[in-house]
């Protein structure tokens, strides 16, 4: 079955200091990468995709994932946080439907 | 601006009421998808819908019903068969059906129902 793991549920980073928020995904076939960022109450507004092509993705706010098919991975990095980053963020893969992950809490401490 | 409408944003309700969760999108969208989301679980899929007239069961359908009537729109109603309705809900849509280009998904802001 394909499933996507998000492998913590916290993160806390001071501003300015480097993130990686983790994602793996189980599939035996060629899938469609997402990290979606939601802040409370709100719906989910998406930060990047990977498709195809370049594994390096550049999304919105600076963020950027990389894929790595070796290890079923598509990790999302942003070299220095900032206090709006605060929010949850979701990965999602989509194969023959939409998989997400539980989300990762990342808290931008002053 | 294009984009996805989902009223109420806040619904309060007493066991036993069935409550009907509105989502209209212009953006010409083929597919529309609802969603459940509880705290540490993620999003888990309710229904979704590729046509008019048509739409499908999602991993937790049990509770819930829907309607395809217009492109536009694809209204949520949540029965009193539904064991535990009090969640955040979220309607998406994504430009084309199921296949292997759909597009990723767009989301309304959602709608957040508190049974009492």
């Known amino acids: 079955a394909q499933s996507v793991t998000q492998l913590d549920s916290q993160v806390p980073v001071f501003e300015e200091a480097p993130v990686e928020l983790r994602c793996n995904y189980s599939?035996?076939?060629?899938?469609?990468l997402f990290w979606y960022v939601q802040y409370p109450n709100q719906g989910l507004q998406l930060l990047l995709k990977y498709l195809s092509g370049s594994t390096l993705v550049k999304g919105i706010n600076g963020f950027e994932a990389e894929f790595n098919k070796s290890q079923t991975s598509f990790h999302l990095r942003k070299p220095s946080v900032h206090i709006s980053d605060t929010a949850e963020y979701f990965c999602a893969a989509y194969g023959n439907q939409f998989y997400f992950g539980t989300g990762t809490s990342l808290t931008v401490i002053p | 601006d294009g984009g996805i409408t989902q009223s109420p944003k806040y619904l309060f309700r007493k066991e036993g009421q069935n409550v009907t969760l509105s989502c209209e999108q212009n953006?010409?969208?083929?597919?529309m998808y609802w969603y459940r989301q509880d705290p540490g679980q993620g999003l888990r899929l309710i229904y979704y819908?590729?046509?008019?007239?048509?739409?499908q069961k999602g991993d937790i359908a049990e509770g819930y019903s829907v309607s395809r009537e217009k492109k536009e729109s694809f209204p949520l109603t949540v029965t009193s068969a539904q064991k535990n309705p009090t969640a955040f809900y979220l309607c998406a849509s994504t430009p084309k059906r199921i296949s292997a280009n759909t597009g990723e998904l767009f989301f309304g802001e959602g709608s957040r129902l508190t049974v009492l």
């Open positions: 953006l010409n969208h083929d597919a």
């Open positions: 599939s035996s076939v060629s899938v469609y």
């Open positions: 819908s590729q046509i008019v007239n048509d739409f």
